[in-house]
């Protein structure tokens, strides 16, 4: 009953519309850049917290890591990577726009879209599960998609 918006649809439509430059293929924070604004293009449905990237890639410098020690590394992972977008794409200034797939709508957003806090992260306790750590660092609510059970 909600309404489905492939995510290539979503990015090729947005940079279309608004004119912007395409930098969804680059595998970077941004998905598109106007101006010196850089735009994380996201659609999901469910919770508003932010997903961090996987960085497949990196698993093996973080695989012994667990709760704290492991949404730290991941946390200096996704900074560096906005750090890097933003350097190599001359951009300033970083949003989300967001397509919030609800029943029988979709709904439009914008949000800020910042480097983590990492001196005040804490854990969610009780949210998650074995593929999933929630934490957040006061401002934003993060989760990382990795199995527990390889950190062990």
Not at 55 to 60: P, T, Y
Not at 71 to 100: A, Q, W
Request: proline share 2%; with cysteine.
């Amino acid at each position: 009953n909600c309404p489905y918006l492939p995510y290539r649809a979503h990015e090729n439509i947005f940079c279309k519309y608004f004119e912007a430059e395409n930098l969804a293929r680059q595998d970077s924070s941004a998905d598109a850049k106007k101006q010196r604004i850089g735009i994380g293009l996201k659609t999901w449905t469910g919770q508003d917290d932010q997903k961090i990237a996987e960085f497949g890639k990196l698993r093996h410098t973080f695989a012994g890591l667990t709760d704290m020690d492991l949404v730290k590394k991941i946390s200096e992972y996704r900074n560096e990577r906005i750090r890097i977008t933003k350097n190599l794409n001359g951009i300033d200034t970083m949003v989300y726009h967001i397509v919030k797939r609800v029943p029988n709508a979709m709904q439009i957003l914008e949000h800020a879209f910042e480097y983590i806090d990492i001196d005040n992260l804490s854990l969610i306790k009780g949210r998650g599960n074995d593929n999933n750590t929630y934490f957040t660092d006061g401002k934003h609510t993060y989760h990382s998609a990795y199995q527990r059970t390889l950190c062990i």
